[in-house]
């Protein structure tokens, strides 16, 4: 689409040769030039760019950490404000730029004086393969993926552990107490209460042994007594083991059993928390995760089977009601 000129080229060689020699980097920080250069594939993206920019700023009034104090999205993308306010920026304006290309049909001036209109333009879907090769190339750990701005190769992790696992505890009333463990989890990571996270998750663990009728005061000792039950096998016991001494070990170390300092406990620490407990959660669930996914699609068409037949035959229930009207086919006149 906009393939690297020269400079650029030269930019990412640099790179490239500091990463043999050193570690590979990746980070939060948009720095201004690149806010910039997401602020040109914008105009070049759209010809309702203020559109753009007034929808990213009533996304970000309500869900930026700022609030309604965070400068505009197109000062942001200028260059100025802070680095979380620019990438904040990125991604709502990722995200305006698709929820104006579904909704808004209004016309737009495009000569000023002349008043020329046109439809609105918005290649939501060329912008945001544009902004993800733009922090790609930077090394931003963001990127724009299944209908969300969120850190990049969470996306993988996420369809083969997290969502089968809280698909499989949202669709059993018995495992309500591990669900919420490991819903909350999610939720405080979102709010960056990164220590309650691990705690929440590690919990979401020993309430799905508990759900098992597995008891015991640790995960440890719920992990044996599990084996004593037949619920896993000796091997599993084995294989499992050391993954439940690191999840008591970290929930012990990170949790918010303990006090931490802001900082002391990533964010990378808790998503490899919530990694971690899904995986046990379907491991001992003894399902494949494809096979969790496919019972999820299953259910949710035959509900919609049944909520079609549900309408139909409401249909057919009123117009049954309905008296029939019979018409000679001589109008008013009488047949004989």
């Known amino acids: 689409m906009y393939p690297p000129l020269p400079s650029e080229q030269l930019r990412r060689r640099q790179l490239a040769e500091h990463e043999a020699v050193g570690e590979v980097v990746w980070g939060d920080d948009i720095d201004p030039s690149i806010a910039r250069r997401v602020k040109a594939a914008l105009f070049e993206m759209s ?46 304006a990722v995200h305006a730029m698709f929820r104006l290309e579904k909704n808004d049909d209004e016309e737009v001036d495009v000569s000023g004086w002349n008043r020329q209109y046109e439809a ?34 969470n996306t993988v992790l996420h369809e083969q552990l997290v969502k089968p696992a809280t698909i499989l505890l949202g669709s059993d009333p018995k495992f309500t107490s591990a669900s919420d463990g490991l819903q909350l989890a999610i939720t405080r990571l979102s709010d960056g209460s990164t220590d309650a996270a691990i705690t929440d998750a ?56 303990h006090h931490h300092r802001d900082g002391d406990v990533s964010r990378s620490d808790a998503w490899l928390m919530i990694h971690v407990a899904s995986a046990l959660i379907v491991r001992l669930s003894g399902q494949e995760p494809r096979e969790i996914l496919a019972a999820s699609e299953a259910r949710l068409e035959a509900e919609r089977r049944r909520r079609e037949e549900e309408a139909a035959a409401a249909f057919a229930t009123r117009n049954s009601d309905t008296p029939v009207v019979w018409q000679s086919p001589y109008d008013d006149e009488m047949p004989f």
Do not use: C, M
């Not at 007034?54 to 802070?82: C, F, K, V, W, Y």
């Not at 060329?126 to 969300?148: C, H, K, P, Q």
């Open 47 to 92: 010809n309702a760019a203020e559109r753009v920019f007034q929808s990213a700023d009533r996304h970000r009034s309500i869900n930026a950490a700022s609030g309604p104090d965070t400068i505009g999205t197109e000062q942001a993308l200028a260059g100025d404000g802070s680095s979380a306010e620019r990438l904040d920026a990125v991604g709502a």
């Open 120 to 153: 609105p333009r918005y290649q939501a879907a060329e912008f945001a393969e544009l902004v993800n090769d733009i922090l790609l190339g930077s090394r931003v750990d963001w990127a724009y993926t299944e209908g969300y701005f969120q850190p990049r190769g």
């Open 202 to 257: 590690a919990s979401a663990v020993q309430e799905f042994f508990r759900a098992l009728d597995v008891g015991g005061n640790s995960i440890s000792d719920q992990l044996n007594a599990a084996a004593n039950k037949g619920i896993i096998s000796a091997v599993d016991r084995k294989l499992l083991q050391p993954i439940i001494a690191w999840v008591n070990a970290d929930r012990s170390e990170r949790g918010n059993a």
